[in-house]
Structures are given as C-alpha cells and as structure tokens.
C-alpha cells in the first residue's frame, strides 16, 4: 500500500469526487464525510511521503508500471514533499472549518462544491507530484477548471469576474503548452528528469531559450504576477468565502513551485540564471508587483479586496527570492511558498468567517468585531502578525531569509521592497485591529448605540480555524528544521 | 530576398499558420468587447497549438504509425518510415481540456447573459459601476 501513495494523493480525491457527484441524486448528505475522508488520507499519504523522504531520500512511482522516460513517473523528493504536506493539510483544514458556511450558503449545491473542491485538490496534488511535463499541463487544467467553476459559484458579479480569469488562465497554460511543445521538439521528451539530462547539450539552441521565455510567461500569467495579476482581485473578491480560503493558498503558491521546479530542474541554474540576463529583470518586476500590491491594498476599503492586493505583493516576494539565484534567498522563496499558504489560508478563513457572522467584509462592519468574535480575530491577528513577519510566527523567518539573500546579493531594490511592504503590512493590520477595538460601533440610529450582538462563530468553525493559526506557529517554531532537512538538500548544488 | 522570404515561409508553413492563427485567437480576447466572441478568440488561440503539436509530428515520405509486423524473427521498426504518434495522443487529452474550458466558459457567459441581459463587455462595466 505504502508503495502507491504518490498515486493515491491524487487518485482518492478524483474518486471521491465521482463517488459525491453520484450521490448527488442519493444521498447528498453523505458528500461531506466521504470528501472529508479523502483528504484525511490524502494529506495521511502526503504526510507518510514526507516522513520516508527524510528517512530515505527521494523516490518514484512508475504509473502503470511503465518506466520513465516513456510512461509517467510521479517523482517525490524533499521539495514536493515538504509543499505537498503543507498544501494536502491546508485543503483539508480549510475543508473542516468552511462546511457549515458552504452548506447554508450553497443549499442543495453544496454536493457539487464538494465534488469541484476535491477535483480542485486533485489537481493540485497532482500537480506537485508529477515529474512529467504534459501531465502537468493536465493537472493544472483540471485545477483550473474546476477553479473556474468554484469562483463562478459566488455572488452575481462572480460569473463576469469568472471568465475573465477563464481568459486569462487559458491564455497562460496555453502558452505553459507551448513552452513545452518547443521542449518536446528539441528534446523528444517529456520526462522532467530525461529532458534536464538531454537539454545542457544543447542549451544553446534558439529554440530552447524561446521555450524557456514562453513556458514561464505563462506561468507568470497563471501565479497573478504584476503586471499579469489583472484576474486575481475580482476573481478571488467575487468568490464565495469557502471558495476563496480554498483557491487563495493553493492556486499561486502552487504555480510558483512549478517556477521553481521548471527552473532549478527542467532547466539547469546555469541556464535559468545565467541565460539571457531575464534574472535582473525579474527581479525588478518582483520588485515593482511588491510596491504595487503594497500600495494598492491600501487604498482599498474592503478587508478580502485588500487581501487580494496582499497576496500579490506575496508572489513578488517569492519570485523575487527565486530569481535572485542564491541559496539563502532560495531557501526563502522556498520556506514562503509553504509559509504564504499557511498566513493566506488563516487569513481568508477569518475574513470569510467575518462575512458569513457579519454579512459584510467592509472595514465598517468590522466595528467592535473584537467584543463580537474574539476568537476569530485573535486568529486574525496571528495571520496579521505572521503576514507582517513579527517572530515567532512563520512569516518572519521566511522574510528574515528572503531580506538576508538580498542584502547578500547587495540588491538594495529588493530589500528596499520587502521592508517597505513589511511597513505596509504593519499599517494594514494594525488598522484593522484598530477599526475592530477601538472605533465606536456605528448602527446606523441616531448616535444610539444599540447592544452589541455576539456574534461568534460556531465552534466547528472556530477549531479548524484556531489550528491554522496555531500552525502558524508550529511551522515558525520549525523552521530551522524544515529549512536544514528538506529545503537545504532541495536546492541544487550549482546555487551558490 | 523576396525568393529566401518565400522559400522559408514555404518551409516553415506549419509554423506560419500556427503563429497567424495563435494571433488572431489572441486579437479576439483583447479586442473584441462581446464576451461570445472573445471565447471564440479563446479557441482559436488552443486551437492553434493542438495544430502546431500535430503539424510537428510529420515526417517526409513517412506512413501511419501501425506495426503490423511485430514480434520476434521480423525486421527491426524503422521509425523513420513512420510518423510520431505521441503528439497526437498527446492532443487528444488537450483537446478534451479546450472543450471543458470551452464548457465553463459558455456556462458564466449564460448566467452572466441570465443575470444582465447582455454580453457586450463595455455595457456589463456600465451595470456594475451603476449599483
């Protein structure tokens, strides 16, 4: 059985998704626990991969028995396994803290938001598994799709907002096709592994520096990186709060691990950094998507429109990190792909949660919200703590690594960036926390001010809730773990 | 000049017409202000890269791709008489993919046309910003 958990990661959900679109016409209410015991056992595998591979080291699984480079291998080493745990334990967390609101809100839909949310995942495990390129093109579609579908499920503007990140997205995994297309011409390949040993003979063919530039364009498009982020604020805004907490961790931070993994092993460092001089210059646009994202969110008046704005500022952050091509600013680009997916889940759990109690996630409605839900924003400010990087929660150390390899590297624009951000973030948050204590709570009568109605959630929501945000913690608490035995063998030995 | 223009245009028509093809799906997602025509756009641009897969599978003077003597005491196969499969196969699943997406997206443009009575991008902006 232990064999099989690369495929079971991603075949359990797949298969439940089925088994709940069956029931549909059964027994809707027997979706729920058939999809929460898929992702038990997901992020159970997940979590097993990651306890062999720092036993034993990375490993394969061969589909079909086929051997690579003709069938598809689902390879797992000490980078996938560490952003698969974390990504398998955010699906399944957020899972058991959104059912109450998605069973209310979505009514005799919530069967297919169940069957959407496991394909989604499906998808996305599959996505950080596989060691084949077109396969991956296949996942990510089918987390798109789903996506897609999840986002449209949200109120009246959510359809337009939608299918503008229906455009957007097939533009990008179009492009992601193409990229390889070009790889498979020169390669005849689409094994990660075998193109990485074929391509350093020929890396100086035209053909392989224009599919490198493609396939990252769009995966630039699919990770909302300035100035391709357009889809993102209305697409996640619009979304219904179960959905957002789902596809706000998952979607960028999994795109940007297919960045890493694209670069540091389809392409080797040499190329990716030393090739055509692209490095500075995406440096400078993970500069300038920091500033942007900072800046924007705060003009903005509404909490998960403001987050949105945050989680762009988040891609700069780790783009800028990977692309800078040293081993500590790797390590921090790396350790914020699994830290960002922890803040950005706890974040939008809070703000949902505050939408679903309040019926509005303006910043007015967040009057007096501290004497009406203490515990969900006590959550709210850890993840404002973590997103701010206030030790010891796990956003500080993954910036404090981030703000080292760019001082070491002596890009002042980077660090500039990440410690004008951090600022931002401060006075983000920390209105909030003021808005929410210490304004007066307006009711709308005359200046009378009427008794405040507790409004917090229920406990089934509460506890999921409160052990993301103690994973905050844990994962900070951690870090000088995570960071020697999976992300230090992780990164290539060519990075200085 | 005009001679080496047109023999590499000849050359390389595969690439040409994909190139063509992938702009115009492009054009029609930026441009074009009705949503209908800009999910057409959309499968035109996919549309132009299943056939750049397919068109790159050719071979001169090749046949199909079918063994039909295969097996001990035959003749070893000779790949160069046959064209590649593997891009083809390859499209089928990316084929499935453009109609799923193709299936979403007309799914948000009918509600969107159910919820507001049009699909002009220009008016739709006009609606949201009125509320």
Known sequence: ?496 | MWDDFVRLAVAKANYWIYIVLMCIGLWGMIVKGNLVKKIIGMNILQTAIILFYVSIASKAGATLPIITHHGPGTDSIQAVGHINPLPHVLMLTAIVVAVATLGVALALAMRIHRDYGTLEEDELLAMMREK
């Open chain 1, 1 to 496: 059985m232990s064999v099989h958990y690369p495929a079971l990661v991603v075949v359990m959900p797949v298969v439940a998704a089925l088994i709940i679109a069956i029931l549909a016409w059964v027994h809707p209410s027997r979706a729920l626990p058939v999809a929460v015991a898929a992702l038990a056992a997901a992020a159970g595998a997940a979590a097993m991969m990651l306890v062999r591979v720092l036993a034993h080291g990375p490993f394969a699984y061969h589909l079909g028995g086929w051997p690579p480079p003709v069938g598809i291998a689902y390879e797992i080493d000490h980078l996938n396994a560490l952003v698969l745990a974390v990504m398998a334990a955010v699906a399944l967390i957020n899972l058991l803290a959104v059912w109450p609101q998605a069973e209310q809100r979505f009514a005799e839909r919530t069967v297919f938001f169940y069957a959407l949310y496991l394909l989604f995942c499906a998808g996305t495990f599959g996505i950080l598994v596989t060691g084949d390129a077109f396969n991956l093109f296949v996942l990510l579609e089918i987390t798109s799709i789903s996506g897609y579908a999840l986002i449209g499920l949200g109120r009246r503007d959510a359809a337009l907002a939608s299918l503008n990140y229906v455009f957007m997205g097939t533009i990008g995994a179009s492009l992601y096709l193409l990229g390889i297309g070009y790889l498979y011409l020169v390669t005849g390949s689409l094994n990660m592994a075998d193109m990485a040993a074929i391509l350093p003979r020929i890396q100086d063919s035209r053909v392989v520096t224009a599919a490198f530039i493609i396939c990252m364009t769009g995966l630039f498009m699919k990770m909302a990186l300035f100035p391709l982020h357009g889809w993102l604020p209305n697409a996640y805004s619009q979304a219904a709060g179960p959905v957002c907490s789902l596809i706000a961790p998952l979607t960028t931070k999994t795109m940007i691990y297919v960045m890493v993994r694209i670069g540091l092993y389809v392409f080797s460092p040499q190329f990716t950094f030393g090739r055509l001089d692209l490095a500075r210059a995406m440096v400078w646009l993970a500069v300038m998507a920091i500033v942007f994202g900072s800046l924007t969110a705060l003009a903005q008046t509404n909490l998960r429109r403001m987050l949105c704005y945050v989680v762009v500022a988040e891609v700069g952050y780790m783009v800028g990190g990977f692309w800078l091509g040293t081993r500590t600013a790797m390590t921090g680009a790396i350790l914020h792909i699994v830290n960002d997916a922890a803040m950005t889940l706890c974040v939008f759990l809070v703000v949902g949660t505050i939408g679903h109690q309040l019926k509005s996630d303006t910043f007015d409605t967040l009057r007096g919200a501290f004497r009406r839900m203490p515990w969900t924003m006590a959550v709210m400010v850890v993840a404002g703590l973590s997103l701010i990087g206030v030790p010891p929660t796990c956003g500080f150390f993954s910036k404090w690594y981030l703000l080292g390899g760019a001082l070491a590297a002596g890009h002042w624009g980077l660090a500039g960036a990440l410690v004008f951000s951090s600022l931002v973030n401060t006075l983000l948050f920390f209105r909030i926390f003021e808005i929410a204590y210490f304004e007066p709570v307006n009711t709308g009568n005359y200046g009378h001010a009427a008794p405040l109605r507790y409004a917090e959630a229920p406990p089934a929501m509460l506890a999921p809730m409160i052990a993301a945000a103690m994973g905050l913690i844990v994962l900070g608490l951690l870090t000088g773990e995570i960071v020697t035995r999976l992300i230090a063998p992780a990164i290539p030995a060519a990075i200085p």
